[in-house]
């Protein structure tokens, strides 16, 4: 198999297990808080912690 198919599998299994975990965490550990506010701000404040942790890829947008 070429060496970029087999990274790039590599990479979707990695991301798909840190969007489990994060899906895990905000189901645990945030489902108070998730069940008492609207879609829209919890989107809004996912996009507001993913800018704070990206800067460099935050300005690019």
């Known amino acids: 198999m070429n060496d ?3 990274e790039a599998a590599h990479e979707r299994q ?3 297990v840190l969007h ?3 899906m895990l ?3 645990f550990h945030h489902s108070q808080t998730l ?3 609207p879609l829209e701000m919890a989107v809004q ?3 507001e912690v993913w800018q ?3 800067p460099s890829q935050s300005a690019k947008r």
Do not use: P, T
């Open 25 to 27: 965490s905000l189901k």
């Open 35 to 37: 069940e008492q506010i």
């Open 20 to 22: 489990k975990q994060l």
């Open 52 to 54: 704070a942790c990206n």
């Open 14 to 16: 990695r991301l798909s």
């Open 4 to 6: 970029d198919v087999v």
């Open 45 to 47: 404040a996912m996009i």
